[in-house]
């Protein structure tokens, strides 16, 4: 399946994003290595590596399933098939979260943190104003709240006699 263009460009902004990211950590553990508090060696390289590659691999297949999807008609089927991508997607994380935690040949931190930095990379374009969510197709809806709301009705003034206990 080829990727739509918008599709393409914010999954390039998010491995971008995530390589950026990924160096930013390398860095931080380079400095910290300096002055001995971590060890900055390949376990640091070869599990953050694997980490970005986990984590735009997922964001990847949000893409692919979401623009698989538009096209169902079926509105079963669309949910059944975003909802199995999003447990395959969570699951394939955990493992990877296990594996960086308990082989070691993977530094655990540095390879759990780049699943946290699409979301960071969102996070920086939105705040930049480099990432606006389109806007709603249909017509504008006013949600406001009234300042003078309608009276509830007045209960009534006798009790009613419907029976029951004697």
């Known amino acids: ?91 394939l994380q955990a493992v990877w979260i296990i594996v960086a935690i308990g082989a070691p040949v993977f530094q655990p931190f540095a390879g759990v943190l780049p699943l946290l930095f699409p979301r960071v990379t969102i996070y920086y374009l939105q705040i930049t104003g480099k990432y606006k969510p389109l806007a709603p197709a249909g017509p504008s809806v006013d949600v406001s709240v009234e300042d003078d709301p309608e009276p509830a009705p007045e209960p009534e003034a006798e009790p009613r006699d419907e029976g029951g206990e004697t």
């Not at 400095?31 to 980490?51: C, R």
Request: hydrophobic share 50%.
């Open 1 to 91: 399946m080829k990727l739509q263009p918008e599709s393409k460009k914010e999954l390039t902004r998010i491995a971008c994003g995530t390589a950026i990211c990924t160096a930013v950590m390398w860095v931080i553990f380079a400095a910290l290595h300096l002055v001995g508090w971590v060890k900055f060696d390949y376990t640091v390289v070869l599990g953050s590596l694997i980490g970005a590659a986990v984590a735009i691999g997922n964001f990847a297949g949000i893409c692919i399933v979401c623009q698989k999807v538009i096209d169902e008609q079926d509105e079963k089927r669309r949910k059944a098939t975003l909802q199995a991508s999003y447990n395959v997607r969570m699951l």
